[in-house]
C-alpha cells in the first residue's frame, strides 16, 4: 500500500445483513480530490452505493469518515463526519461531530467506515487495530445514550470511545442523532435514525495505530503557532466561559436570534434570562472539550434543585437555547437544561424538535392545530411543563400529537394543511438553525442553496456578514451590508466550499476560521502532502459540493427547492429586523450565474467538467 500521509489509506465496510466485514483501499486521488470526511463519504456513497435506496431501506449506505485533519492535534481537529441518504430530507444527509471518535478511528486504521445492510437483531460494532467485529446488543437495546455508554465503556475500559443511538433511533424518528461519548452529536438530517434502522446501537472504538504526516517538523511548528492564535482570540475566549450562546444577548438586539418560532425580532427578557452569561451565572460548573481542543465550548452544567433538577452534565449550546428557549418563548434556563438533557439521552437533533413544536404552536395561535384533535393537549406559547411532557409522546410516536410532530415539521405540515405551511422555517425538509436571514440576508442564501437544507455551518457567510472573518486571498474582504444583496453570491459560493473544506477536513469553524485561507492549505501540505495552493485547496471544495448537490438532483431536488420556509419570508414588526425581507430573486440568481449554473439552478456540463465530475454530468444527463 502507498504511504497515506494524514490518511490512514483505507476503509472497512460491514454487511449487517450478512455479516460480512471488507476491507477496502483508498486510492490517493480520491483524498486529493474529494479531502476526506463529508466529500470522501459523498464519493464512497456515489461509488459503492444503490442511488435507488431509499433512506430507510438497507442497502442505503451509512458512511462515517474522517478527514486529514482528524487526530492532528490542533485545537477543533478531532472532528469525525457522516453522510448518507437523509431519512429526514430524501436528499445527501450529512452531520459532523467533535469529540473524540475520529482520532479514535483512525487508531483503529481507518478512514472509512461503511454501514450497509440491516441486522436481523439489535447489534454493536467493535473496532479495534484493523479489525471490526459484531456483537450482539440485545441488552442494549431501549436503552438511552448515556446509559448504553456507561455499559459499554464498564466493558471496554473508560478509554473506549463510543457512539451510540437513543430509543429516537430506534423507533425511526427522522430527525435522531448520533451520540458520541454523552456530550458529542452527529445531530442533524437524521443520521441516527439511518444507524437505528440498521439495528445498530452502537461503535465502540480502541486502537493503537499512528498517522504519518508529510512534514512532521512543519506540523509540530504550526501546532505551537496555532495554539498561541486560539489563546490570543478574544471570540474563543467568550467560548471558553460562556459557551455558544456567549453572544445570545446581542445578537439579539440586531435581530439574529429567532423569537416565537421567528415571529418576533425582539425579546429582551429572554435573551438575558437564556443567554450564556446565565448559563455561567447559574448552572456552568465545568467546561468540556473535544479531544485537545483548548477552547473547550462546551459547558458542564448542573441544576441542584427544583422541579427541574439534574446532576452534572453536557449543557445546551446555543442551538438548543434559541430552540427551546426563544423559539418557543421559554425563558425557564433550569428546564431548558432538563429538555437538552433528555434530548441528549434520547438521541434527538434539537434545532427540528424544537422547531417542529414551535411550529405546532404557531399552529395552535392561528386555530389550525385544535387541541381536541389532540387529545386535548394545549400548545400555549412558553409551556414548558407541556413540552417536557410532549417529548417523550413525540419519541415514541405516542398519541396523535405525538405521531404527528415526529415527522419534523414540513411532513406534519403536509398532513395537516390548511395553511399550516406558511409556519415553516426549513429548506429542504431541514428546520433553519438559529440565526435569522432577515437580519443578515446571505445566510438567507446560504439556507437556501445549503446541500442538506438550512444550515449554518456549512457555510460561513453569516461570519463574513457578522464582520468575525474575512479572507482577502479568495477575494473576501468586501463591505458586507448585512441587509442588502451585495456581494452575497459571491460570499455564499466560497464561504459554501471553506465549509465543504471544513467537514471534508473535519476541522472545527471556531478554531478553524482563526487560519487565513493560505494557512489552512499550507497545514494540509504539511499533513498530507497534497501539494495545494490555496486555489487548489478552494477547487476541491467546490468539487465536494457539486458532488453533493448532484446526489439531490439525482433523489429528485431541484433549483425550486433553493427556497426558505415562509414563516422566515414574512416580516416582522419589532427589532432590528422589523421589515426586513431576504431579497431571494436577486441573491439566487446573481449565485446561480457566479457558480456556472443554468438560472433554474442546475449545474451545466462545462461547470461539473471543470471539476473533473463529467461522470456526474452523464449520470443526469446534461
Ligand atoms: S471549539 Fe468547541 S466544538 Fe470546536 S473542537 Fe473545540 S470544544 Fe469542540
Known amino acids: 500500500m502507498y504511504m497515506a500521509f494524514g490518511n490512514m489509506g483505507k476503509g472497512v465496510e460491514v454487511d449487517l445483513s450478512s455479516g460480512t466485514v471488507t476491507e477496502f483501499e483508498i486510492p490517493e486521488e480520491i483524498y486529493r480530490d474529494y479531502i476526506g470526511g463529508t466529500g470522501l463519504a459523498a464519493k464512497l456513497l456515489y461509488d459503492r452505493g444503490n442511488l435507488e435506496a431509499e433512506p430507510l431501506d438497507p442497502e442505503n449506505l451509512l458512511i462515517f469518515a474522517t478527514g486529514p485533519l482528524t487526530g492532528i492535534g490542533f485545537s477543533g481537529s478531532s472532528r469525525l ?55 450482539p446488543a440485545d441488552d442494549l437495546w431501549g436503552k438511552d445514550t448515556y446509559e448504553t455508554t456507561d455499559i459499554l465503556k464498564e466493558r471496554h475500559g473508560k478509554q473506549a470511545k463510543v457512539l451510540a443511538v437513543g430509543p429516537a433511533a430506534e423507533n425511526l424518528i427522522p430527525f435522531a442523532s448520533i451520540v458520541n461519548d454523552y456530550g458529542h452529536h452527529f445531530g442533524r438530517a437524521g443520521m441516527g435514525t439511518v444507524m437505528g434502522s440498521k439495528r445498530v446501537k452502537a461503535i465502540v472504538a480502541q486502537g493503537t495505530k499512528k498517522m504519518e504526516y508529510k512534514d512532521p517538523e512543519k506540523v509540530k ?55 450564556g452569561i446565565a448559563l455561567a451565572d447559574n448552572f456552568i460548573v465545568d467546561h468540556g472539550s473535544c479531544r485537545g481542543c483548548a477552547v473547550r465550548c462546551k ?18 449550546e446555543y442551538e438548543t437555547q434559541a430552540s427551546f428557549g426563544t423559539m418557543i418563548m421559554n425563558d425557564n434556563l433550569a428546564a431548558l437544561c432538563k429538555i437538552n438533557d433528555y434530548c441528549n439521552r434520547a438521541g434527538m437533533d434539537t434545532i427540528t424538535c424544537g422547531s417542529t413544536i414551535a411550529w405546532a404552536m404557531d399552529c395552535y395561535e392561528a386555530g389550525i392545530l385544535k387541541p381536541e384533535d389532540y387529545e386535548g393537549i394545549k400548545l400555549e406559547w412558553g409551556d414548558v411543563d407541556t413540552v417536557i411532557e410532549l417529548l417523550p409522546k413525540i419519541v ?54 445549503s446541500i442538506r437544507g438550512a444550515c449554518h455551518v456549512s457555510n460561513l457567510t453569516f461570519l463574513l456578514e457578522w464582520g468575525a472573518i474575512e479572507y482577502p486571498e479568495i477575494g473576501l474582504d468586501k463591505n458586507y451590508q448585512p441587509q442588502s444583496t451585495e456581494y ?13 473544506i471544513m467537514n471534508s477536513a473535519c476541522w472545527c469553524e471556531f478554531p478553524g476560521t482563526i487560519y487565513s485561507v493560505t494557512q489552512w492549505a499550507e497545514l494540509f501540505d504539511a499533513v498530507a502532502g497534497y501539494g495545494w495552493d490555496y486555489r487548489k485547496m478552494m477547487e476541491a471544495g467546490a468539487r465536494v459540493w457539486f458532488l453533493q448537490r448532484c446526489l439531490g438532483h439525482i433523489w429528485g431536488a431541484t433549483g425550486a427547492d433553493d427556497r426558505i420556509g415562509q414563516r422566515i419570508m414574512t416580516p416582522v414588526e419589532d427589532g432590528g429586523i422589523a421589515g426586513s425581507v431576504p431579497d431571494m430573486e436577486t441573491m439566487l440568481r446573481e449565485f446561480y450565474e457566479y457558480r456556472g449554473m443554468t438560472p433554474d439552478g442546475m449545474p451545466t456540463r462545462e461547470t461539473l467538467e471543470k471539476y473533473g465530475l463529467g461522470y456526474l454530468a452523464d449520470r443526469l444527463g446534461l
Open 488 to 500: 452575497k453570491a459571491e460570499a455564499v459560493a466560497l464561504t459554501a466550499d471553506l465549509g465543504c
Open 299 to 316: 459547558p458542564v452544567v448542573e441544576v441542584k434543585e427544583g422541579p427541574y433538577a439534574m446532576g452534572p452534565g453536557p449543557g445546551p
Open 81 to 135: 463526519s457522516v453522510g448518507s441518504r437523509s431519512p429526514l430530507t430524501g436528499i445527501w444527509g450529512q452531520a459532523s461531530c467533535g469529540g473524540n471518535f475520529g482520532p479514535e478511528l483512525k487508531r483503529c486504521g481507518y478512514d472509512a467506515l461503511i454501514l450497509r445492510g440491516k441486522a436481523e437483531k439489535p447489534v454493536y460494532l467493535i473496532l479495534g487495530d484493523d479489525s471490526l467485529e459484531i456483537a
Open 396 to 449: 415514541n410516536r405516542e398519541g396523535k400529537l405525538g405521531a404527528l410532530l415526529a415527522k419534523g415539521s414540513r411532513k406534519a405540515a403536509e398532513e395537516v394543511g390548511n395553511g399550516a405551511d406558511a409556519y415553516l422555517t426549513d429548506s429542504k425538509g431541514l428546520e433553519a438553525p438559529m440565526h435569522d436571514p432577515r437580519c443578515n440576508w446571505g445566510d438567507g442564501l446560504a439556507y437556501a442553496v
Open 221 to 275: 511548528a504550526m501546532q505551537e503557532e496555532h495554539r498561541q492564535l486560539v489563546k490570543d482570540n478574544i471570540f474563543c475566549g467568550a467560548l471558553s466561559a460562556f459557551g455558544t450562546g456567549a453572544n445570545m444577548e446581542a445578537k439579539m438586539y440586531e435581530g439574529d436570534v429567532p423569537t416565537r418560532n421567528w415571529g418576533r425580532g425582539l425579546w429582551e427578557e429572554g435573551a438575558e434570562k437564556l443567554s
